[in-house]
């Protein structure tokens, strides 16, 4: 990237030349309105709003009019944003879209946050002429999510290009007939796309709008929101949470230049809803007297009387959590102690995280932000249906693939933002993916070549990929030709790739896979290339609960057999999720008390003698710890109504309540994290996530609220008719108020993203040091996990033996959904309505082969866990191999991969 002169308004400017003037004015703050470009999407010139004046030299006075997102950044251009011309253009363009749009911003969900209202009023136009009958559309119901009202359509195709094009979605179209056009699907029906809801920030209008908003609808300035990071995975995007009259409305996109960019999942858009929910635990809940007892609701100071007789002379057991937050788990882990601290997730993942850490701390190869694994230029996912488990990573992938796109564009001097033209001579040219898993996932349709087998066979690849690369790893015995040959074929392209990539994680629970992928970027390493190493978790802080160095669940029973312990406190988890039932009965039996701290009541806590209500994302603070390695902290949202408090606190005031005074130190997450550094050296940047509460900018707090937040008063008329004193805030530098500093604050203190002119989502704009770059002062959150330093240490493990399918039992592999299989989405009414009902997955020999067909009930043995459910035959599984979707309601914990049988029911 070079520099060049060019003048905007006979202003001289210093500008990259491998961009159009479009984004360059922006960038440079100038106000120029545009509907079809958007950084992530490329120019088109589709909707002639970015019009500017561009003159031969200083002596034409005349210029011609061209359009800004289609004319590149060159030495010695001048344009002119604000000549008179130009500016009637752009105000005639706006009037020719507004003809057919029609006059209901009052009850349009986008109002006060509509792109199109903004460059309405930035290009002038302000009085309707045309009189004359309007064009109208059919609406279509797409779904829980997504609301459609095409009435509002301006056009710009943002939509079709966002969702078929970057997305990869292939069932929402542009239909024309004449002069119509009409953006919907072939027919009524679930937007399939799993990243369908960033329509509702891709669209500048409000054709496609929030759905489960519309129930609890609340304009963006009378929302209070905060920043935060999603908790339905363990990708860590980051999310602003909209709260009004004590109900989460809303959660949209945060910009992270490093992570999520400008686009979220639809798990991690839509699961909000688990905040408001019926199970929420809102107050102490306590069991009377004897076990068969109901848990009835108490004061908290009657739970906490409760607590004292309890803990007074307990030997208490600890059982963290992968959703709850680092300063809660170190919580527990402080007052229980390291040797009674144990690790809230079965033996099997604990032992692939701890592995996965290992691998990312002890190796060369990097763990990769979703920002390079766009960068890669070839790519190995080996064992993760990655769109079903980190979906973001997903979408991160399938732009990975334009690569090769990119550099044949480099080769025709056609710049890589002019979208259409870099599509048109890529046609079907991509970069390598190469995706090894038991089943067909979303992303099959832009890989270079798709492998189906059992978990030890993608073992047995993915080591035959490293000894191809290099033969100093070990090699898998009896390898066939075909798979050599593959491995052959995966092995070049990486090793001719500049930025190669290896995706795998913990999804099938195979120490093998894991294993394979090590040495696959290992061995990359070895050969000078910088790998990436990226693992997927499965929850949202599982890499920070491995950090902790927590014992294995399994030995928490035999602690409890042998006396060293007889009361157990579960913190945010339903441990029925984690273990078979038999285990966890037998755990609570042997306990003398359960304690459980939670936001949800579950199974685990229905066996409890004490629930405590625990806060959610959206009511207090936290760090979380991502898949990459990156520490990153959630602000609290609002204050919720009741006993509800933050896990770490309800410990630190039962910590001192028997005699543990270190914790009445803790006067503020500030001081719990400090501790933690202190304690585990492995926590010791995580201070440096977001700053201190006692953070002021220009001696102030950092607003939570926009400036035309209205009501205040009447938010509490039903108690009290004047305006009530804000609640204090002191976990952070921001304030419950609309009052404060008035200017950008620090990313990670970024409630929301507005600007003069600006407010819709795409004011971001004014907030990045360079469009589409990173945030001003950086992006949020620091990254805890780096490569280690010592050199080579050896290739892990030895390839295990060839699968071999057996007559009469299956090997039993988990299926992943989106929308199902993670624990708090799961209660959101909006995501609920997608989920499948449980069933087995067979392959049609399968299939054949026990005389079933699509539908059929049959019994499921595994391990001594038996269902009734129905079968679906998928033709991508391969012979031997049934599948079970993991962790879908109703579906009891069971251990795979294993062994079961299959039998046709009587």
Known sequence: MAKVKVYVDNRPFEVADDQNMLRTCLQLGFDLPYFCWHPALGSVGACRQCAVKQYRDADDKRGRIVMACMTPAAEGLRVSVHDPEVVAFRAGIIEGLMESHPHDCPVCDEGGECHLQDMTVMTGHNYRRYRFNKR??????????????????????????????????????????????????????????????NLVEICPTGVFTDKTLKKHYTRKWDLQFSPSVCVHCGVGCNTSPGERYGVLRRVVNRYHGDVNGYFLCDRGRFGYEFVNGDRRVREPLVRRDSPGEKLEPVSKSAALERLRGILDGAKILGIGSPRASLEANFALRAWVGPERFHAGVGDGENWLTGAMLGALRDGKARSPSLHDVELSDAALVLGEDVTQTAPRLALALRQSVRWRGFELADRFKIPRWLDHAVREIAQDSRSPLYIATPNSTKLDDVATETFRAAPGDLARLGFAVAHALDPESPEPPALSDAMRSLAGRIAEALKNAQ??????????????????????????????????????????????????????????????????????????????????????????????????????????????????????????????????????????????????????????????????????????????????????????????????????????????????????????????????????????????SMEGFPDQPPSALTPFFWSPGWNSIQAVNK????????????????????????????????????????????????????????????????????????YVALGEQGAAQLGLKEGDEVEVKVNGWARRVAVRVRADLPSGVAGLPAQLPGMDYVALPAWGSIVKAG
């Open 499 to 736: 930025r190669p990539l290896v995706v795998s994680g913990p999804g099938l629970c195979s120490e093998g896979v894991v294993q394979a992928a090590v040495n696959v970027a290992w061995a990359l390493c070895r050969s000078g290339k910088p790998a990436g190493l990226s693992f997927t978790t499965l929850e949202c802080n599982t890499f920070g609960l491995g950090l902790m160095e927590a014992r294995p669940l399994s030995e928490s029973l035999s602690v409890l057999k042998q006396g060293l312990a007889d009361t157990v406190v579960v913190l945010e988890n339903d441990l029925y999720a984690r273990a078979p039932k038999e285990f966890v009965d037998e755990l609570f039996a042997a306990a003398k008390h359960v304690i459980v701290l939670d936001s949800l009541l579950n199974r685990t806590g229905e066996k409890a003698e004490v629930v405590l209500p625990a806060a959610t994302f959206a009511e207090c603070e936290g760090t979380l710890v991502s898949s990459e390695g990156r520490a990153q902290r959630f602000f609290q949202t609002f204050v919720p109504a009741g006993d509800i408090q933050a896990s770490w606190r309800w410990i630190r005031g039962l910590m001192i309540a028997t005699g543990r005074r270190e914790a009445a130190a803790w006067e503020g997450i500030d001081d719990v994290v400090r501790t933690a550094a202190e304690t585990l050296p492995a926590l010791a940047g995580a201070a440096k996530a977001a700053p201190e509460a006692a953070f002021r900018a220009a001696g102030a707090k950092i607003p939570r609220e926009p400036h035309r937040y209205s009501g205040r008063t009447a938010v509490h008329a039903n108690i009290d008719v004047s305006e009530p004193q804000p609640p204090g805030d002191r976990e952070s530098a921001l304030a419950f």
């Open 767 to 838: 907030f990045q040091e360079e469009i589409a770059g990173p945030l001003r002062g950086g992006d949020p959150g620091t990254r805890l996990i780096e490569p280690g330093t010592n050199g080579h240490k050896g290739y892990w493990g030895a390839a295990p033996a060839a699968f071999q399918p057996k007559s009469d039992t299956w090997q039993m592999v988990p299926l992943y959904h989106i929308f199902g299989s993670e624990e708090l989405s799961q209660i959101a009414p909006a995501i609920a309505e997608l989920i499948p009902k449980p």
């Open 136 to 197: 109208t559309f059919r609406n279509q119901d797409l779904g829980p999510l997504v609301n459609h009202e095409m009435n509002r359509c301006i056009q710009c195709y943002r939509c079709v290009r966002y969702y078929r094009e970057y997305a990869g979605g292939n069932d929402l179209e542009e239909f024309v007939l004449r002069n119509l056009v009409y953006f919907g699907r072939h027919q009524d029906g679930v937007l399939e796309n799993e990243f369908a809801g």
